[in-house]
């Protein structure tokens, strides 16, 4: 059963895509078994970056077959925090009330999308840092390297969430539009850094919900040593930049 929340306004799934062809349709088809019986106000939209590989084309015709998918495509591969914000443009324009992001290549599970509608928070965090939570089909360098990553930018800004490098969240809409998306610099994986610890100083309460990320079922990852060096030094300038935040209002909630 939906939540009283969920009434007010649809759900919409946001999808980066760059040459998923292969993890698409069946991706696609899970959201949508995932979201039918506990949110039937849902939209699954497809941020596809040009692939070259023909994902934006395989996204059209699922489009035309189904009227809850829908596809944006942009001129070239600009970067993921760059695709997520305009899917979440499209989104806020459409009248969505929650937002979702989750990656296209089943690293996150569709089945667990109820579980972090149904939190309910501000921002709902699949967290794989908290009790209950874990990774699978890691070797141990990359797990250290998450970790690390997760546990170098709670210290270095400060703030009591376990998962901040995790891509798998759900925003209510009043958080996409407090946070200033025009201002967000973030282009690569340092995006999920920036905009969680936005939404803190500006007084949103974080949930997390334990999930457990798997590794891609095929393709290749995206991550690069450029995508690595932004958010090394992204981190300590989004807490001793220039810029300010407004103090917040409530403190951040943990589950």
Known sequence: MA?????RGPVWVV?????????????????RGALESVVPDHVILV??????DGTGELADRLAAADAHVQVLHRAAKQGLGQAYLAGFRRALDAGAALVIEMDADFSHDPADLPRLIEAAGDLVLGSRYVRG???????????????????YARLVLGVPVHDLTGGFKCFRRAV??????DSVRSRGYAFQVELTYRAIKHGFAV???????????????????TIVAEAIWMVPSLRFGRRRYRPPKQRTRLS
Do not use: C
């Not at 996409?176 to 998306?181: F, G, H, P, R, T």
């Open 3 to 7: 939540t009283p929340q969920l009434q």
């Open 15 to 31: 999808l980066p895509t760059y040459d998923e062809r292969d993890n698409l349709e069946p991706i696609v088809r899970e959201i």
């Open 47 to 52: 941020v596809d970056d040009s692939s070259p």
């Open 133 to 151: 939570g874990g990774v699978r089909d890691w070797g141990p360098a990359r797990r250290l390297i998450s970790r690390g990553g997760s546990l």
């Open 176 to 181: 996409l539009e407090a946070i200033d998306l």
């Open 207 to 225: 949930t997390e919900v334990p999930i457990t990320f798997a590794d891609r079922r095929v393709g290749e990852s995206k991550m690069s040593r």
